[in-house]
Structures are given as C-alpha cells and as structure tokens.
C-alpha cells in the first residue's frame, strides 16, 4: 500500500522560514576538480567528467544582512530577536524547534529541495545520535521519495556512510544532483580499531582522508535532537 503524505502549511512554512534567512544569496553550483589520490586506478574516457565535483556556494552575504533577515522572521513568529548570531568560522548554526510527532524529518527533506530550488545547494549532510535513528531516517527518504519527486520534479539520491564503503563518498561529490549522507555520530569518535577512519589517509581510498573529500563539497549540515522541556519539543540543528 502506498502511503499518501499531505501538505501541511506548517511544514511548508518552517522550510521557507530557512530559505528566507538566505535571501538575497545567489543561485549557484560551482564546480572543482576533485582529489584523484595516489595509486593505482583504473582511468576511464570520462575522466574529467568523473572528478569534475559539485559544492555548495559559499554564502556571500554579510553577518549583518543574515542577523536582519532572521531578526525579522523571529519577530514574524513572535520570537525574541537574536541579539547575535551564532556561528563559527566556516558558517552559521540555526536551529528550528518543532512540536513532537509533527514530522521534522519530513520537513528537513524538505527545506533541501527549497535549498535547492532557491540557493542551488545539493550537498547535505544529516548527523543523528544513534544507528536505530539513523535507520529510521534512511527509511522516511525511501518512503517520501515519490511523494517529493512529484512536487519538485527530482529525486534525492541519500546513502548511509560506511567506511567500507567508501566509493559512496567520491559519487556524493561527483554528482551534480541534491546528495544526503546519512551519519551517526560515532562516526567522529568511535574508538577501537576502526577509530575514526573518516579522519585517516586509507589505502582502499588512495591515500585520501575521507573527511578531506566530503570538506570540499561545502556541506549542509542537519543534526536531529531532543530537548527535555514541558513542551516536549524536538529541534534539528542546522549548520552551513
């Protein structure tokens, strides 16, 4: 039986609310030439095309310009304004807060595809805590990729990240469509003897660091979690 998925307003509302922040960023998809590595591989005829990567433009608008137009959605929503932003170094943290049960995955899948559709960002990265999580996040990606296909005339191609299975990453940053990691956590600080081989040069990889190839697609960041509070509101952490 195939699951029918309404639109519901709400959702719609809290995607735009994340492309509105952004408004005014011009609509791009620069390409680089991707790390070949070290080794021996097979060269193809379509080389140059299969180490052309795809990333996200930088955003080019200032500090300021950002701080306003969420100022200005917070006050929309009857939010206290932001005195500040909070980012760091190489991009700015949001988080959205949504009620539980009210479908946040649905919602982060997307406010992609209005990333996208706007800003012509395609490479997102989704962290969550655990790998019963991560299972279950895979799953409503399969389930919502008619529905959204429908809507926006293109589908996402999601994988879950494996160290064993490393050419996944080299297609993430060579495809030029909307591409989704999907992450635990331990990931970055698993311990033992596969401790954190994102962060290591691997031979299977040529001499490459993982972490280094995903870096130079400029990724989006979402990160699911819970917050204790009366509400019981659930948020997902956004990060470019």
């Known amino acids: 039986m195939k ?3 309404r639109h519901q307003k709400f959702q719609a509302d809290a995607a735009k609310t994340v492309v509105d922040v952004f408004a005014g960023q011009p609509y791009l998809a620069p390409t680089y030439t991707m ?3 070290s080794g021996h591989y097979q060269i193809g005829i379509n080389e140059e095309r299969d180490f ?13 310009q950002i701080l306003e137009q969420l100022n ?7 939010i206290k304004p932001s005195d500040k932003l909070e980012s760091r170094a190489n991009g700015y943290n949001l988080t959205i807060e949504m009620e539980t049960g009210v479908g946040k995955t649905y919602t982060y899948i997307k406010t ?5 559709k706007h800003y012509g960002w395609s490479k997102f990265i989704v962290v969550v805590p655990s790998v019963a999580i991560r299972e279950g996040v895979y799953k409503s990606f399969e389930m919502t990729q008619e529905h959204f296909a429908e809507e926006y005339g293109k589908k996402i191609r999601f994988f879950i990240y494996s160290s064993a299975h490393l ?9 030029s469509s ?3 990691m999907i992450i635990n956590s331990q990931a970055f600080n698993a311990k033992g003897k596969d401790a954190r081989r994102i962060y290591m040069k691997l031979d299977e990889f040529r001499s490459r660091r993982p972490i280094d190839i995903i870096a130079k697609t400029n990724p989006i960041l979402m990160m699911s979690r819970s917050r204790l509070r009366a509400s019981k509101r659930k948020s ?3 990060q470019r």
Not at 52 to 64: A, C, E, H, Y
Not at 112 to 116: D, S, V, W
Not at 169 to 174: A, C
């Open 3 to 5: 699951i029918q998925y």
């Open 35 to 37: 790390d070949r590595g």
């Open 52 to 64: 052309t990567g795809f990333s996200n433009q930088k955003i080019v608008l200032s500090d300021r």
């Open 72 to 78: 200005k959605i917070q006050r929309t929503n009857q």
């Open 112 to 116: 992609m595809f209005e990333l996208n």
């Open 167 to 175: 050419t996944e990453i080299d297609r993430f940053s060579s495809d």
């Open 178 to 180: 909307i591409n989704v």
């Open 236 to 238: 997902f952490h956004w």
